[in-house]
């Protein structure tokens, strides 16, 4: 993981010399405060760095589990962002207690089309990426790509609509690669100056198991650069953690 330190400082850099407007984390948003990604991306060369503390209760098949888990955001152009996310150092509360830094994921999202309310058409945007083995060796999950497609709408009341569709993979009990249908999304209401609230679901299938999870939570903008947001969800299978919560921020860097 060495060599990703100085390659984000060079893109600092260079956000630094080229960018002319004033960062605001209110354009595009944090993409870590409710399940689906957004279609938007961050205009050229800006930065954003999004991290937050994670819990998950114990399921049929896993233990509890913290983390803190990070995604730092370039834009390369005002269409095209770059991504690095991890679960960051994670502790499973296991009878090894297992704990380490978790797979660093490499992703690019790329803005499509912008949204059109005349002939109901949403933003849209496709994602891309793949999980490392760059992790501690317990957490070394392999090359795992995906992709997907992030969908945004403006409903009536000042609702915004933002779901995603998409396929990701992962390994079996077996070791084998397999690849799973995944769906999120989220209802997004501003309720006050700089506060919204949202309720947001996933659903994850694969080889006859199914997670899921409904919750909600909220996101405060205190300032022009950061944002602090909150999502707590309950599981709907056996196969996802009963609760799920997170708290975290993030902040416009360039």
């Known amino acids: 993981m060495k060599p990703l330190f100085p390659l984000f400082c060079a893109m600092l850099f260079y956000s630094a ?3 002319a407007d004033e960062p605001s984390i209110k354009s595009p948003g944090a993409d870590m405060a409710n399940f689906p990604n957004g279609s938007f991306t961050l205009p050229q060369g800006s930065a954003y760095v999004e991290t937050g503390g994670n819990y998950n209760s114990k399921s049929t098949y896993s233990a509890e589990q913290y983390n803190v888990s990070y995604l730092l955001r370039y834009g390369l152009t005002n269409n095209i962002e770059l991504r690095l996310m991890s679960d960051g150092y994670t502790f499973v509360n296991d009878e090894n207690k297992t704990h380490g830094m978790n797979s660093q994921t490499f992703d690019i999202k790329w803005h499509l089309i912008d949204e059109d309310s005349d002939i109901f058409l949403p933003s849209v945007a496709v994602e ?3 999980q490392t083995t760059w992790a501690e060796t317990v957490f070394k999950g392999g090359t795992l790509p ?3 497609l992030n969908f945004d709408y403006s409903l009536p009341f000042d609702v915004a609509l933002n779901y995603s569709v998409g ?7 077996n070791g084998n690669k397999e690849y799973l249908l995944a769906l999120s999304w989220a209802f997004q209401r501003e309720v006050a100056e700089d506060v ?4 947001n679901s996933y659903t994850n299938t694969a080889a006859g198991l199914t997670s899921s999870a409904i ?8 300032t022009q650069r950061v944002a602090i947001f909150t999502n707590v969800a309950a599981g709907l299978t ?7 919560g ?4 993030a902040v416009a860097l360039f």
């Open 17 to 19: 010399l080229n960018y």
């Open 128 to 130: 891309f990426g793949t």
């Open 146 to 148: 995906f992709l997907g």
């Open 167 to 173: 396929f990701d993979s992962q390994l079996d009990a």
């Open 196 to 199: 919204a609230v949202f309720v």
């Open 215 to 222: 919750g909600g939570g909220g996101q405060w903008t205190p």
């Open 238 to 244: 056996q196969n996802t953690p009963d609760i799920y």
């Open 246 to 249: 997170l708290l975290g921020f």
